[in-house]
């Protein structure tokens, strides 16, 4: 995937934040990383992806984090099954809105949500993994893509 | 009028009925995937729904088609992530009324599901 192609999930992500909660979230600048792991928060949200392009779409955050953004929304509840919707619905959403740029081939799965931390999570080596950082009310959460044009 | 809110997500679902509690819609049932979907139309007989298209079991698409075939009055509101002109353009042709963008304002649901009713109120 090229580089400016990240411009439209870094779009999706601060549009999700806006439209949600009325409060920006920062993003900072994407960077390449080798091994998602050291990167997974509480809670992880997977969109995988095929048709033209593979790979997969994480959106990764800590608890505290998703309990505030489901307050946001109107629903004031640290139940876990609720969290993690909220994370599979924002990972889908961000991976959903990319379909504007990369059309109906684009094709998703429905989430996939992991609770805690991983080791053991691999992603394809094929395809470079990016990693973009994100900042929500003081709370840090990345968005995480590993695409590659089929 | 009777609302049927179809999503895989319960917060999507929870929101939807949230911000449609004070409106006129009285809300007779929710399904998470198409085929929940169906079973529940032919149950409640919604006059309006929200319905999302990625899905599992059965899509919002599939959804349109089955749910229009049992009953071509009933306004459909696709509120879905999927930002590309070839899914709304297929869910318009198959018979839903309208195409909401997730993420979606409180107000832009609201104005959404009023322009879709407004000729039969």
Known sequence: ?????????????????????????????????QDVNKYLSDYTGIIGISGNYKGSVFFTAPKRMIIKLISEIGLMTTRDDKLMDLVGEVSNTIAGNARSVFGDQFMLTTPIVLQGKSEQLRVSSVASIYVIPVVWKGMNAHLIINLNQA | MKFMVVDDSMVIREKIQNVLKDEDFEIVGTAQNGVEAVEQFKLLKPRVMTLDITMPLMDGIETIRQIIALDTDVRILVVSALADKSTLIQAMHLGAYGFLCKPFRDLELIEALEELIEDIV
Not at chain 1, 5 to 33: C, M, Q, R, W
């Open chain 1, 1 to 33: 995937m090229k580089d400016g192609n990240l411009e439209v999930f870094i779009d999706g992500l601060t549009n999700y934040f806006d439209k949600t909660t009325g409060t920006e979230a920062k993003v900072s600048t994407p960077f390449l990383i």
